[in-house]
């Protein structure tokens, strides 16, 4: 069985960097993409981004010039680095696995998610 | 952007009841729509993906139809575990993109 545990701080200043990692078990990193997206306090949903097991990324516009993703192959884990959070990155933010490995993709397996809360 | 309008946000209905939940895109997605359900608390989880194909271990009561850019959920006979929030999520063009959410309450 596929789990995914995302880990990282829940409580953060403004225009501090957020950082979480999304350690995976039951799969293998390097078979899959892997995502990362948010859902706010309204309940939207927002895709944030993802890295295919290449290691090359692919960005949603809005964030795109504050976002970087990796991959650890040897902690078969992957990570989100979100520069200069303002109170508008306040959400949940779920590690998920792309269903579908040759294009654009829904989701499969999800984190349980992690409550980050900006506030100064 | 491709926009996802989802109908209705919120409805009430009982035990037994068939539910349906609309989600329009802004533009046609050539069935690249999936349904996820969200309960309080939990992440959400994947129904139906391609429109109307059935993710494993999902109940047969639900199921999917559409295509273009209007797509439906619909529960055959709404279950006590169904009560949850249901959102559908467009995988036809980058960014990816999500409705709303229909909240499904107890009647």
């Known amino acids: 069985q596929v789990q995914l545990q995302e880990s990282g701080p829940g409580l953060m200043k403004p225009s501090e960097t957020l950082s979480l990692t999304c350690s995976v078990s039951?799969?293998?990193?390097?078979?899959?993409?892997w995502s990362w997206i948010r859902q706010f306090p309204g309940k939207e949903l927002k895709w944030i981004g993802r890295?295919?097991?290449?290691?090359?990324?692919e960005f949603n516009p809005s964030l795109k010039s504050r976002v970087t993703m990796s991959v650890d192959t040897s902690k078969n884990q992957f990570s989100l680095r979100l520069t200069s959070v303002t109170a508008a990155d306040t959400a949940i933010y779920y590690c998920?696995?792309?269903?579908?490995?040759?294009?654009?993709?829904?989701?499969?397996?999800w984190g349980q998610g992690m409550l980050v809360t900006v506030s100064s | 952007d491709i926009q996802m309008t989802q109908s209705p946000s919120s409805l009430s209905a009982s035990v037994g009841d068939r539910v349906t939940i609309t989600c329009r895109a802004s533009?046609?997605?050539?069935?690249?729509l999936a349904w996820y359900q969200q309960k309080p608390g939990k992440a959400p989880n994947l129904l139906l993906f391609?429109?109307?194909f059935l993710q494993s271990g999902v109940p047969s009561r639900f199921s999917g139809s559409g295509s273009g850019t209007d797509y439906t959920l619909t529960i055959s006979s709404l279950q006590p575990e169904d009560f949850a929030t249901y959102h559908c999520?467009?995988?036809?063009?980058?960014?990816?993109?999500f409705g709303g959410g229909t909240k499904v309450e107890m009647k």
């Open positions: 998920v696995r792309d269903r579908l490995r040759g294009s654009w993709s829904n989701f499969d397996y």
């Open positions: 039951g799969d293998s990193v390097s078979g899959y993409n």
């Open positions: 890295i295919h097991f290449s290691g090359r990324t």
């Open positions: 533009q046609d997605i050539s069935n690249s």
């Open positions: 391609a429109a109307s």
């Open positions: 999520q467009q995988y036809h063009t980058a960014p990816l993109t």
